[in-house]
């Protein structure tokens, strides 16, 4: 158990570095407490003891280490409130009447990106969780059509896709069969249907079939890979941990293209917004992740924004739950 004036010079050292990553010292915290430097050092030595702390090899100062910052955001952070620019950047977005829910929340997950510098990140509902209740093609010319794909949940998604030499009534009874054998089936099950099951029976009945066969297997690919978007994948650049470190972003950025992103971090059912530093990730150690889960309706889906370790863990944590009731609100 941490005394109040250890409690006092751990929430400034994590707080301190946050705003820069500058390794803090005794004599500016002495300032700040009216306490000597030597009675400050020995604290610090305390802290670090108690792994809250860790000394770099060029300063003689102090930076957390992740059990520090874990303790911050458990014990001693103090939500921060939000300020009226940023609030009037997010009600512009919720306040819109023409958007639908999808376009609000990647619309308020830019602004959020962009006022706090990191990488947000939308998770929609799992792809087992819809099942194909419909697929429709709009002909555009010639050679264009659109394919709208309708689940029984009532999300819909449509893609323009280009077909060369194939006759609309060829299209039409590529469509009658997968409506006929396979309305249903989970979204992400329908691409293995689609080779083992429609493709044998299409060829007997459509002559363009392989054209046509590889065009729906992409469409339904590609709508079961749409579940994760991510927002300012580039901003991870801007940050002083990884700037410098081609390697680190290297791998940070392969983790970001995975389609399983945040499924190591998945695990709880609550609604809560949960902190994941370091190693409580599966991205980075020098990595936060910050998240929550929303339930609009019959929509649902998660939220999250990833930074580094040295996140504004009280700016973040305030945006995620304002935005979080507006989407339910």
Avoid: W
């Amino acid at each position: 158990m941490l005394t109040e004036r250890q409690n006092k010079i751990l929430k400034m050292i994590v707080e301190r570095y946050i705003k820069e990553p500058i390794p803090v010292g005794s004599k500016s915290i002495s300032k700040a407490l009216n306490c000597s430097s030597a009675t400050i050092r020995n604290e610090m030595a305390v802290l670090e003891d108690a792994n809250l702390l860790e000394k770099t090899h060029t300063s003689s100062g102090r930076v957390p280490s992740e059990a520090g910052y874990r303790y911050y955001v458990d014990n001693l952070m103090e939500l921060k409130q939000m300020n009226a620019e940023d609030m009037l950047k997010l009600q512009r977005v919720f306040k819109n009447q023409q958007l639908a829910l999808s376009d609000v929340i990647s619309k308020s997950l830019q602004v959020i990106s962009d006022i706090t510098n990191y990488t947000t990140i939308i998770l929609g509902s799992n792809s087992h969780e819809n099942l194909l209740k419909q697929i429709e093609v709009v002909p555009i010319d010639d050679i264009s059509i659109i394919v709208i794909i309708v689940t029984d949940k009532g999300h819909v998604e449509h893609k323009n896709i280009k077909l060369y030499d194939v006759q609309l009534s060829e299209v039409k009874k590529t469509v009658g069969l997968i409506n006929n054998l396979i309305v249903g089936t989970p979204i992400n099950e329908v691409s293995n249907k689609l080779e083992f099951e429609i493709k044998p029976i299409i060829a007997n009945y459509v002559k363009q079939h392989e054209q046509l066969y590889n065009a729906f297997y992409n469409v339904f690919n590609d709508f079961t890979n749409h579940e994760v978007s991510i927002v300012g994948r580039n901003k991870i650049l801007e940050q002083p941990e990884f700037s410098s470190n081609i390697e680190k972003i290297k791998t940070v950025f392969n983790k970001l293209e995975s389609s399983d992103l945040l499924t190591g971090i998945e695990e709880d059912d609550d609604n809560n917004i949960k902190v994941y530093i370091g190693n409580e990730n599966n991205i980075d150690s020098d990595v936060t992740v910050i998240k929550t889960k929303f339930k609009q309706g019959d929509e649902e889906g998660t939220i999250a924004i990833v930074g580094p370790k040295r996140m504004e863990y009280d700016r973040v944590v305030g945006l995620l739950e304002y935005m979080k009731d507006n989407i339910e609100r």
